[in-house]
């Protein structure tokens, strides 16, 4: 027996997924898509971690749905592996909100830029139940090739962590934690474009060639959500595969895993702030923002637990991410927190759902369930009482950015979770 409450959000996603549903033939590659927008009014395209975001909460709703969400998301997979963060299917319709976007184009419906690479996480979730065997034997080989391009291409100094090029491949775009590296002194959204420029500029001098750009050493970052979702895809990706029988596969992938885990733990952890750091530059110099990013490495099961511990400290503390609606982007007491927006910036104080569904799913694998039904439960009463917003006031739990927003929908899974219902990642609860 599930709860009325879970049913009521159910049907709230059922609704919101029909209205965002883009559906058609694009001319320029001769496809069909079928797929969840982010949101009709700022982001009508196919953006790569959303759509894996909903594969989730799809996979609750409607498992066809969640498995035709990726295979549009696979569809334009280069032959390399490489996937686009932003591929833009129906371009034409929507030409004049383009001219907003700071993106670099693979192609011109296709950006050139990675996200958080949480496909293998998304796979899962869509192959759950009947023919799930034969699509993941569809889905596998894109998805094993996505992760061979990101070691083969982004981690030219072979620790194990990958790189971003530029801040919005983190999918933070405007994090604080990038400002002093940036050189951004104030708020104005022309600084943050001007920062993209003296990026982007020079990259597109040397053709975006991946060597080239790491080689400008303008903007090298080893973040931690992108490498914390990173390590966790690499051991889902080796259960993936195993499940198929292809051991060997499975081996590689459980070994990368450890490795990037590992280089996250020796070169990240700062002991002294019991925080994670990202590493920027050739010279790995610290970014040492206290910000959600830091947190994210709770995720891993393999975490050592007196560092799990620390980091449950920090979000525990009513200074920095204990606010009234966990969890805030940035922590409360650190200068460049905001409540609330800050114009069209994102990521720079408010609370989102998908950081609490990852940290949610953390704090149950290093046995704090307790902590984790919090999380659970207000991310759902923020949905429940300000909508499907982007992102929320985590002092007042007021809705903010985008409206009817996709990936919000998370809210669904983190509820089915503490319902017992099965969720992507078997053997959650028993951390
Ligand atoms: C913003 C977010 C990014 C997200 C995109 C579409 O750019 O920072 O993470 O993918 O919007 O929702």
């Not at 902590?371 to 499907?388: K, M, N, P, Q, W």
Request: aromatic share 10%; proline share 6%.
């Amino acid at each position: 027996m599930t709860s009325p409450r879970l049913e009521r959000m159910k049907d709230a996603v059922r609704v919101l997924y029909d209205r965002n549903r883009q559906r058609g033939t694009a001319a320029w590659c001769g496809r069909d898509y079928d797929f969840v927008c982010p949101s009709m009014g700022t982001y009508p395209f196919q953006w790569f971690w959303d759509s894996c975001f909903h594969a989730v909460a799809l996979s609750h709703i409607d498992l066809e749905r969640a498995r035709i969400e990726i295979r549009s998301l696979l569809a334009n997979a280069q032959p390399d592996g490489f996937v686009a963060h932003v591929t833009f299917w129906q371009r034409e319709k929507y030409e004049d909100m383009l001219a907003t976007y700071a993106i670099a184009y693979r192609t011109p419906y296709l950006s050139d830029c990675i996200q958080p690479p949480l496909l293998a996480e998304a796979v899962q979730a869509a192959a759950r139940g009947e023919g799930g065997a034969a699509f993941l034997a569809e889905v596998l080989p894109a998805t094993r090739r996505y992760y061979d391009w990101l070691d083969r291409e982004r981690d030219p100094d072979r620790d194990g962590l990958i790189a971003t090029l530029q801040p919005d491949e983190s999918g933070l775009d405007h994090a604080p934690k990038y400002d002093t590296y940036l050189g951004i002194a104030g708020l104005a959204h022309e600084e943050f474009t001007a920062a993209w420029e003296r990026v982007a500029g020079p990259y597109a001098e040397v053709g975006r060639d991946p060597d080239r750009m790491f080689g400008l050493d303008l903007f090298v970052v080893e973040d931690m959500l992108v490498n914390s979702i990173y390590a966790e895809n690499e051991r889902v990706l080796g259960e993936l595969l195993a499940s198929t029988g292809d051991t060997a596969g499975a081996d590689e992938m459980r070994r990368r895993a450890r490795r990037t885990t590992t280089a996250l733990v020796d070169k990240c952890y700062d002991r002294d702030a019991g925080l994670f750091f990202d590493l920027a530059g050739a010279d790995e110099e610290m970014l040492r923002t206290n910000s959600i990013s830091s947190l994210m490495p709770l995720l891993l099961p393999d975490l050592p637990e007196p560092i799990a511990a620390s980091l449950i400290d920090h979000l525990e503390d009513p200074r920095e991410y204990s606010a009234p609606f966990p969890v805030p982007s940035v922590a409360m007491n650190a200068p460049s927190f905001s409540a609330g927006p800050v114009g069209k910036l994102v990521w720079r104080g408010p609370s989102w759902i998908n950081t609490n569904w990852y940290l949610s799913r953390g704090l149950r694998r290093h046995g704090r369930s307790d902590l984790a039904a919090v999380i659970e439960d207000r991310s759902a009463r923020l949905v429940e009482e300000h909508g499907f917003r982007e992102y929320y006031n985590p002092l007042t739990g007021e809705g903010a950015g985008a409206h009817d927003f996709s990936w919000t929908a998370l809210a669904l899974d983190m509820l089915a979770r503490r319902e017992g219902l099965p969720s992507p990642g078997k053997g959650e609860g028993q951390g």
